[in-house]
């Protein structure tokens, strides 16, 4: 029987770091007491301190502050792309003054 693939949203693992980095929990008693692997809060744990020092870490955003980063460099990315569209729709409309 294989295990079915958990997935957890960012506050859940913003919780459980700050279990750890805030109130002082020990990893072992967080991950016994929420059935986590080991493993999977320590990777949680160094996304958590990237953020914290302003560094983007790997893989989804944790914290709020670069969860807010991450969707704002997505809308400048589909921004920017509206305007490389606009720029091209112009040059179809505008005569060259020749």
Known sequence: MSKT???????????ICELIR???LTIT?????NSLGQST?????????AELQGK????????PDQ???RELELENKRLRG?????????TCFIKPTQ
């Open 29 to 33: 008693q967080v991950c016994t007491d």
């Open 22 to 24: 805030k109130q002082g």
């Open 67 to 69: 969860r807010r980063i």
């Open 56 to 63: 983007a870490g790997i893989g989804l955003p944790i914290t």
């Open 82 to 90: 509206d305007v490389d569209i606009l720029k091209k729709a112009m």
């Open 5 to 15: 693939k958990r997935t957890f949203d960012a506050n859940y693992k913003l919780h």
């Open 41 to 49: 809060v320590h990777r949680w744990l160094n996304q958590y301190d």
